[in-house]
């Protein structure tokens, strides 16, 4: 069985297949510090409660924090007996090199976004991942990344509001009834998701103008369901979008014969 684990500046997702099923998927938040004694602590009793009997003989892992790479690895060697093949190293190969500048590091999650989307919607498409930033990858006819945009994540945007004024409280993103508010909190959540959709709203128009072709606009990550109700931002939401990049990416590398 293959183990996927898929790291943002926020939260670790590890989901586990077979073949082409999926078995399970578990959400932790991301701390450097964290052992490959702990995560198998954590991931087994997850795994026992539920009743998964599985037996991980492959992994893939792609983060957009280098320095814990290191300790998923530790985890994957020592628990699962295999190495992991870890998007943006050199000896993972992708379906499609980025079309980037040269010397640009493209983050993993997005070339994994990428060959994801491609794989299951084909390519001319605009992918927004709201992670800890939010980003736009363009994927071009051949399902290559030639570029997009990152943006400050709403969370971040919250965040920011409450750590640079002294008057402004931490609030949780939600979507207002209206847009006006009469209380601080309300004022917050309006500027922060009507904001947001007026962002989305523009970058993938520009992006399109720009594209000059028809395009599709995939929407995932954690906060993607709030933009989705009502508003027609999205052509589609795609939930497990970045953890079936990590299977198409793996697929890949190992039909190469290289794993
Ligand atoms: N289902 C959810 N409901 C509300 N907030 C969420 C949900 N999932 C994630 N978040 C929040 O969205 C932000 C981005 O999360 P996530 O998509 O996990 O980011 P990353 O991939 O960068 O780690 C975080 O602030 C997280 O707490
Ligand atoms: C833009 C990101 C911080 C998004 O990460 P996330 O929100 O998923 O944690 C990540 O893709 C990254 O570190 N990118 C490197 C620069 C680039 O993609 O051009
Ligand atoms: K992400």
Redesign the pocket.
């Known amino acids: 069985m293959l183990l996927c684990i898929d790291?943002?500046?926020?939260n670790t997702v590890f989901s586990i297949w077979d073949g082409d099923s999926f078995i399970a998927t578990w959400r932790t938040s991301?701390e450097h510090q964290r052992t490959g004694d702990q995560y198998y602590v954590w991931l087994s009793t997850l795994m026992r409660f539920q009743g998964i009997e599985a037996d991980i003989t492959e992994a893939i892992i792609s983060s957009?924090?280098p320095r814990v790479v290191f300790n998923l690895r530790v985890l994957c060697n020592r628990y699962f007996n295999c190495r992991p093949v870890v998007v943006g190293k050199p000896e993972c190969a992708l379906p499609m090199a980025p079309r980037?500048d040269a010397g640009?590091?493209?983050?993993?999650?997005?070339l994994v976004n990428t060959a994801g989307a491609y794989d299951r919607y084909g390519g001319d498409l605009i992918v927004v991942?709201?992670?800890?930033?939010?980003?736009f990858d363009v994927v071009a006819a051949d399902g290559a990344y030639v570029g997009?945009v990152?943006a400050p994540?709403v969370n971040l945007s919250l965040q920011a509001l409450h750590e640079a004024a002294a008057a402004l409280p931490h609030v949780d993103i939600t979507k207002p009834a209206d847009v006006i508010g009469t209380n601080t909190v309300a004022c917050m959540q309006s500027g922060v998701f009507w904001g947001y959709v007026g962002l989305v709203r523009e970058i993938c128009a520009r992006i399109k103008a720009e594209y000059d072709r028809p395009m599709r606009v995939i929407a995932t990550?954690g906060l993607a369901p709030l933009f989705e109700q009502g508003d027609t931002l999205f052509d589609t939401f795609d939930e497990y979008l970045t953890i079936h990049g990590l299977t198409v990416i793996h697929k890949y590398n190992k039909d190469l014969g290289t794993l």
């Open positions: 790291t943002g500046n926020t991301t957009t924090v980037v640009t590091t493209v983050g993993p999650d997005r991942d709201f992670g800890t930033a939010t980003t997009g990152i994540g990550g």
